[in-house]
């Protein structure tokens, strides 16, 4: 059964770039969620894609964007790159059942360095 | 959703049991209490979860208090590889449209000592 898998692992890009980071959910799974987790904190919600749309979003700017596919994998996409968002993006899956989602598994994670 | 409050830090001894605290003072009736740990630099990973029956599964066992105002995470014999930040999240149950979201404070940072 495979897990959640998150690509690429690692990132270097400098400000102002874009980037995308790519998650397929575990097998089953059809909600995706994207967290920031900067060095020494916990892991930061910023949004979660269900039936390919955006359900719900954290404190983050317009910047961020997603996007889930058919076939539940999703991108999430940052312009515009600063500083301060160098940190691990995580990736989480879990199943929705109507509009409830439950318990969610994480990925890996990319780490991203912004120079 | 209620937040929660765990010590910094804990040690533990090998071959002993890890009683990870957490308070949850104003959780409601619909919340679950979920926790996780995280290894260095790897994703979070679910340990176990439960509303207000004390659970138990292949890693942990979670202690729910009757008032549901705290719970306890227990590892029964710890080894060096559960050496990991855990997290103890509130998170709203079913039928909630707040339901996407996990809120991570700073969590406990288990030490297990040879």
């Known amino acids: 059964d495979a897990g959640v898998t998150q690509s690429p692992t690692h990132l270097i890009k400098t400000r102002g770039q874009q980037v995308t980071l790519r998650c397929s959910p575990k097998s089953g799974h059809d909600t995706v969620s994207w967290y920031q987790q900067a060095l020494g904190q916990g892991p930061q919600f910023i949004f979660q894609y269900y039936e390919e749309e955006e359900r719900q979003r954290g404190n983050f700017p317009d910047r961020f964007s997603g996007h889930q596919f058919p076939n539940y994998s999703s991108e999430l996409n940052v312009n515009a790159l600063l500083l301060g968002d160098s940190a691990l993006y995580l990736c989480?899956?879990?199943?929705?059942?109507?509009?409830?989602?439950?318990?969610?598994?994480f990925g890996p994670g990319t780490r991203l360095t912004v120079l | 959703d209620a937040k929660t409050t765990q010590p910094t830090s804990m040690d533990c001894a090998e071959g002993r049991a890890a009683n990870l605290p957490c308070n949850h003072s104003t959780i409601s009736g619909n919340e679950y209490v979920y926790w996780y740990r995280q290894i260095h630099s790897q994703g979070p990973q679910y340990i176990i979860h439960g509303l207000k029956n004390n659970e138990t599964n292949e890693m942990a066992s979670l202690i729910i208090t009757e008032d549901r105002k705290s719970s306890t995470l227990i590892l029964p014999h710890a080894t060096l590889r559960d050496t990991a930040v855990y997290y103890c999240?509130?998170?709203?149950?079913?039928?909630?449209?707040?339901?996407?979201?996990?809120?991570f404070g700073q969590g406990t940072t288990l030490q297990v000592k040879p």
């Open positions: 989480a899956s879990s199943l929705a059942q109507g509009v409830i989602s439950v318990t969610q598994y």
């Open positions: 999240i509130v998170r709203v149950a079913l039928g909630s449209s707040n339901t996407g979201k996990l809120i």
